[in-house]
């Protein structure tokens, strides 16, 4: 009689198990990570190097130059090299695999530099001094996942005046205050996680050709000047929508 009972203990044991499993609640799958979309505005900061190409000309007045044994219209280049730093803020709209955007980059660059007017009889130095400058971009690029691959290019400014010395008794009557022109280049950036995106850059800055003149007596000097800059920089982006 007992082990009929055990007998019976055990079935009803075997034959509730179904019910009981049944009964417990499932665990959820987990959720698939977010997909990174490159939509949404952004604000970061940059520093890299600059390379300026100044090409200085002594244009002269009536085929005589102002360096006593040089020569109307003769160029003379000056090349230098340092650091700029900025900030920089944009926004990005995603379709697909393309990315379109506007940019805004502001900063300084530290391009100063000078070099001897060929002829000169009065140690006459002419170039360039460090200043701020500016650019507002347009952006297109793919998206491949995490990875960005961009160009960009648009209206750029620099705030750099010229720089001029002499031992002569002339200064500068009208001068440069703005040089005004066009960049273009393009770069590559990473989504870091979360917000973060970083990015490495290249940029071809011309700001075209620029005159200043001196004083007592007008005589002119022209600058044309590009630079090209290498530029790291961080962002962090803010969201229209959830990723």
Sequence with gaps: MKKFLLSGVA????????ALAA???????PLPPPVWSWTGCYLGGHAGGAWAHDDLTDVGIGGVSFAAAGKAGQTFPLRTSDLLFGVHVGCNYQFSAIVV??????????????????GTASSTMVGISSGAYGDVTGRIGVAFGDALIYAKGGWAAYGGRESFSTTAPFTVGTGVNLFQGWTAGGGVEYHLGGPWTAKIEYLHYDFGTQTF?????????????TVDTVEVGFNVKFDWAPH
């Design 213 to 225: 003149f001196l004083t007592p007596v007008a005589w002119p000097f022209a600058e044309k000047l």
């Design 101 to 118: 955007g506007i940019e805004g980059d502001g900063g300084m660059m530290d391009l100063h530099g000078a070099v001897l007017d060929p």
């Design 23 to 29: 009964d417990m609640p499932l665990k959820a799958p």
């Design 11 to 18: 079935l009803a044991a075997l034959l509730g198990t179904p």
